[in-house]
């Protein structure tokens, strides 16, 4: 008899309860939020809004995505960086408590990390029925020139390309959808 690895578990839908509390009114305390903003940190705030969608186009209610992401200068929250004084660059927000499965961030604007990588936010996706988590990442859709030369988005073809874009939807808002499977199926790193 050989033993092999044990196969994952779903890894939901706890996010209420455990990882999300405050959003759905539990007396617990988030780690993280959905909003991210800092009144030490200068930088264009935004608003990154969306929805998970299953392969026929329906929201599904309860997804959890964590977001990443450098400060408005480009730089990671490290101990190396102290420019960034109390912005972690980490969010979380379920899509069960907003109206359509909807879920939110309230951030700054990134810079770019470095002159190749157009500005982005790293997202990750927690559901019920994935085994494991998928990440993904969100471009911004009036960065054309950064776009033009990220390594990343210039690997893709232009369709598979779009669906990592994030249109504007205001003054200071995105809109950025996740398709799961079909059509329009947003590309899916495997990390």
């Not at 455990?18 to 705030?45: K, M, N």
């Not at 069960?96 to 309230?106: C, T």
């Not at 988005?153 to 369709?159: D, K, Q």
Request: with cysteine; aromatic share 12%.
């Amino acid at each position: 008899m050989t033993r092999g690895q044990t196969p994952s578990q779903t890894v939901g839908p706890f996010f209420a309860y455990g990882l999300t509390p405050e959003q759905y009114g539990y007396a617990f305390r988030s780690l993280a939020g959905a909003d991210l903003r800092d009144p030490a940190v200068t930088g264009r705030e935004i608003v990154i809004e969306g929805q998970v969608l299953d392969g026929a186009g329906a929201p599904i209610p309860d997804a959890m995505i964590e977001i990443w992401q450098a400060d408005p200068e480009g730089r990671y929250a490290a101990p190396r960086d102290r420019g960034n004084r109390g912005f972690t660059g980490f969010g979380r927000c379920g899509t069960g408590s907003a109206e359509e499965g909807r879920f939110y961030f309230k951030t700054y604007k990134p810079g770019a990390v470095d002159d190749r990588q157009a500005p982005h936010i790293s997202l990750v996706v927690f559901m019920r029925g994935l085994l494991s988590h998928v990440y993904t990442r969100l471009y911004f859709a009036d960065e054309t020139e950064a776009n033009a030369r990220d390594p990343l988005l210039t690997s893709l073809e232009p369709a598979r390309r779009e669906t990592l874009i994030a249109e504007p939807s205001g003054p200071s808002a995105y809109r950025f959808d996740i398709h799961m499977q079909g059509e329009r199926e947003t590309v899916f790193f495997d990390v």
